[in-house]
T-cell receptor
Framework: GAVVSQHPSRVICKSGTSVKIECRSL??????MFWYRQFPKQSLMLMAT?????????EQGVEKDKFLINHASLTLSTLTVTSAHPEDSSFYIC???????????FGQGTRLTVV | KQEVTQIPAALSVPEGENLVLNCSFT??????LQWFRQDPGKGLTSLLL?????REQTSGRLNASLDKSSGRSTLYIAASQPGDSATYLC????????FGAGTRLTVKP
């Protein structure tokens, strides 16, 4: 199947700093990427959907100024957590959907810890 | 907005037992439904993908069915093993992809 690479897999940052997470589709062009957040013992909650070249569509309750999503190319989307706080500590995972298909492929996830 | 529900939330069975996990969704106009496995602290492992035009998919001891009209899917695991212990998630795709809360499965030796 298609491969989605997410980086970094783990990151620890200080409160107030910003963290960027990258999601790359390695062998296909992803017109649509999804970003999810998962708190301990909870399911994956969709944060936003991004289409290449367009602004991301955020789910209700997700602050777009805090979670900046850029999807400037067909193979790369980034999620930047700005002014991170301990409550932003979570598992973030991206998925990408190939042009003209309905199956989405997932990255390995990023565990963010804000201290 | 699509809502995905999984029942039961947790399940504990002795090794060797056959079991069924359930997933229901509110909007039947889906592209596909996918079952995943997630081990503690890890990412997702895709198990089975059922396209909207399909009724079931099989892989080894796993069989997933889809009844779009009733908004239901089941994941059948045959002859369960301790290594099957994990959280099982179903996800439904329309324009976006939404997950159920998962079923935490424990298979006891």
């Amino acid at each position: 199947g298609a491969v989605v690479s997410q980086h970094p897999s783990r990151v620890i940052c200080k409160s107030g700093t910003s963290v960027k997470i990258e999601c790359r589709s390695l062998d296909f062009q992803a017109t649509t990427m999804f970003w999810y957040r998962q708190f301990p013992k909870q399911s994956l909650m969709l944060m936003a959907t991004s289409n290449e070249g367009s602004k991301a569509t955020y789910e209700q309750g997700v602050e777009k100024d805090k979670f900046l999503i850029n999807h400037a190319s067909l193979t790369l989307s980034t999620l930047t957590v700005t002014s991170a706080h301990p409550e932003d500590s979570s598992f973030y995972i991206c998925s990408a959907r190939d042009t003209g298909t309905t199956e989405a492929f997932f990255g390995q996830g990023t565990r963010l810890t804000v201290v | 907005k699509q809502e995905v529900t999984q029942i039961p939330a947790a399940l504990s069975v002795p090794e060797g037992e056959n079991l069924v996990l359930n997933c229901s969704f509110t909007d039947s106009a889906i592209y596909n439904l996918q079952w995943f496995r997630q081990d503690p602290g890890k990412g997702l492992t895709s198990l089975l993908l059922i396209q909207s035009s399909q009724r079931e998919q099989t892989s080894g001891r796993l069989n997933a069915s889809l009844d779009k009209s009733s908004g239901r899917s089941t994941l059948y695991i045959a002859a369960s093993q301790p290594g099957d212990s994990a959280t099982y998630l179903c996800a439904v795709s329309i324009d976006d992809m939404r997950f159920g809360a998962g079923t935490r499965l424990t298979v006891k030796p």
